[in-house]
């Protein structure tokens, strides 16, 4: 049998070698040796700083539990009843 697949399979951390700005904050650097979270999308990944990873780690993990409620019956599915 086949493993599963991974819907996540284009996300990492890693650490930062230069520093340079957060992709959702511009506000927010990235200094050397902090970490990061890395998106990879097309040829050119994004990176995110921690603070701005972990809100969108928590809003991606409150997705992923609405369809896993969805897809065992407990909720409704989007426009149904």
Do not use: T, W, Y
Not at 4 to 15: A, E, F, Y
Not at 42 to 59: G, M, T
């Amino acid at each position: 049998m086949a493993a599963p697949k991974s819907v996540l399979v284009n996300i990492s951390v890693d650490q930062v070698l230069k520093a340079h700005g957060c992709q959702h904050n511009s506000r927010h650097r990235l200094e050397r040796g902090h970490f990061r979270l890395k998106v990879k999308k097309d040829r050119s990944p994004e990176h995110f700083c921690v603070a701005c990873a972990l809100a969108i780690v928590d809003r991606d993990i409150a997705k992923l539990k609405v369809v896993a409620q969805q897809l065992r019956g407990e909720l409704a599915l989007d426009g149904q009843e």
